[in-house]
């Protein structure tokens, strides 16, 4: 998720998960997700979501 004037910015993706920040992709099982979106520009998040953001809603989450 790198536009062409954050290639230097270290700033990794938010994720996002159900509306709670998780620290890393690997912690949500594929099996259960109903849906990504991916947001180039973060500003909602404030400066967390600088580097872009990943947001993912599971099937069970999605039933809340």
């Not at 099996?31 to 979106?37: F, L, M, W």
């Not at 580097?51 to 809340?64: D, H, L, M, P, Y």
Request: with cysteine; hydrophobic share 40%; glycine share 16%.
């Amino acid at each position: 998720i790198r536009g062409i004037n954050s290639i230097g910015n270290p700033a990794p993706a938010l994720i996002i998960c159900d509306g709670m920040e998780v620290g890393t992709i690997n912690a949500i099982n594929i099996n259960d997700v109903a849906s990504v979106e991916i947001q180039r520009d973060g500003t909602l998040y404030g400066f967390k979501g600088v580097g872009g953001v990943i947001s993912i809603k599971t099937k069970s989450g999605a039933k809340r």
